[in-house]
């Protein structure tokens, strides 16, 4: 008999004295959230679902925004607590922890990773479409018989009358050649583009939460004071 463990990830954060902690655990295809303050649960999910809210009874408990990725790996976890939001972090010693470690020495280099994405997105169906219907046509080739066909008969077509079409002339029109140069590049331009801005939003996230949770632990952020929420997108 075989054991199979099932994979599971914890991401926790400190606010205010109480300790929040996300559990994520795999259960077939979806996945089982538990939102924890101080060991005591207060919300639970089982999801498929990539963006997941857990909400507990006593909105004192704060509010667990979650997202997740396509195989269900938590991506964030924000808690929502007053004038607060700030993301928990990984468990130390796990592997989302040493790539967070790794996002914090190179966070540029690290959200670039979105650029080179994008720019794969375009280059490779430019270069491989090609070669690739050219290896399909070829080995459909190699599967189909050479197979002659039978004679078939001709077949008599009537004589049909001719029917007196109006002629009409059509303007020659077209678009300007910058409109034109502009919409063929604006589909391998916009998603690099959209991608830079992905780049550069997440990086000013990642310092705007660091710089959030210095100040929870050096215990200079005051409660209700204000707005303390970072770019949540």
């Known amino acids: 008999m ?9 991401y926790l954060i400190t606010v205010r004295g109480r300790e929040h902690v996300l559990s994520r655990t795999e259960k077939g295809f979806q996945q089982i959230l538990v939102h924890t303050v101080d060991g005591a649960e207060v919300a639970r999910r089982t999801t498929s679902d990539q963006r997941v809210t857990l909400k507990p009874s006593d909105p004192a408990e704060g509010v667990l925004k979650v997202r997740l990725t396509v195989l269900g790996a938590v991506r964030r976890a924000t808690l929502v607590l007053d004038d607060l939001e700030v993301d928990l972090d ?9 790539l967070e470690a790794r996002a914090r020495e190179r966070p540029r ?3 670039a990773r979105h650029v080179v994405g994008a720019a794969a997105g375009v280059l490779l169906p430019l270069l491989g479409i090609g070669l690739l219907i050219n290896v399909v046509l070829r080995w459909l080739g190699g599967l189909l018989p050479d197979v002659d066909g039978p004679d078939l008969p001709s ?3 009537p004589d049909l009358p001719d029917i007196p079409w109006p002629d009409w002339e059509l303007p020659d029109w ?8 502009l919409a063929a590049a604006a589909k ?14 997440e990086v000013r996230r990642r310092r705007q939460q660091d710089e959030l949770k210095q100040q929870l632990h050096d215990g200079t952020v005051e409660s209700k004071s204000g707005d303390r929420r970072t770019d949540s997108s």
Not at 2 to 10: D, L, P, Y
Not at 174 to 181: E, K, N, S
């Open 2 to 10: 075989v054991v199979v463990m099932a994979k599971t990830q914890r």
């Open 90 to 98: 990984p468990e130390p010693g796990s592997r989302a922890a040493l």
């Open 109 to 111: 280099l690290y959200a």
């Open 155 to 157: 077949v008599p077509t």
């Open 174 to 181: 077209q678009l300007p050649g910058w409109v034109q140069a």
């Open 188 to 201: 391998f331009v916009v998603p690099i583009l959209i991608a830079l801005g992905v780049a550069a939003h």
